[in-house]
């Protein structure tokens, strides 16, 4: 009896040693489900990963629209705004070089590891140390996030450890009211 507990205690150990280490990548045909509270609606948003060079295109589908987010090369190395556009304005959008779609740059990524935060859409976001708000959950894995608060308002994003594609897979309070949640990542 001794030995099952010990096996089950093992078990419970690796397992949460083993979620705690989940960062999800981005290749082609990455799929990234998301689920976005939008002004009081919840809509589900399926993105599908497009990779070309340095430049990321994500095809978009939501409730009957279909388009694809054109991020530039210089847009995911060194993007200052984040665009919330959702797709219904025309098939293939093609964001503005400074410009990033549901991530921060790499360069915003790097300063956030370097000095603590950055600055998105002149707005200016200081990384959250406290263990407790950290803890992101895609389908049923703990993921390894950074958390970081706006400085002049409420909104909380949390972005996911990855310094190639930092993702955001989380934001709360947003003052636009869209608040979208990552759900499940697959690789086809």
């Given at each position: ?15 949460n ?22 002004h ?21 589908e ?6 694809s ?16 556009n ?19 740059s ?13 600055v ?25 996030t ?7 308002d ?8 990855n ?17 979208p ?6 690789d086809?």
């Open positions: 009896m001794k030995n099952m507990i010990l096996m089950f205690l093992f078990c419970i150990v690796y397992q040693g083993t979620a705690q280490n989940y960062v999800p990548t981005i290749k082609n045909n990455t799929e990234l489900n998301y689920v976005c509270k939008l009081g609606q919840t809509r589900t948003l399926t993105l599908t990963a497009q990779t070309v060079g340095d430049g990321l295109t994500f095809k978009l939501t409730r009957g629209v279909k388009s987010i054109v991020m530039l090369p210089e847009a995911v190395k060194n993007g200052t705004e984040l665009s919330f959702q797709g219904e304005y025309a098939p293939v959008l093609n964001l503005k070089p400074s410009e990033t779609f549901f991530m921060i790499r360069s915003a990524y790097q300063d956030l590891l370097k000095k603590g935060s950055f998105y859409n002149n707005t200016t976001y200081i990384l959250d140390k406290s263990e407790d708000k950290n803890s992101v959950s895609i389908d049923g894995k703990t993921v390894e950074l958390h970081v608060i706006a400085q002049i409420e909104t909380e994003m949390w972005i996911i450890k310094p190639e594609f930092p993702l955001i897979c989380k934001i709360i309070k947003n003052p636009l009211g869209i608040n949640a990552l759900v499940k990542v697959t086809r």
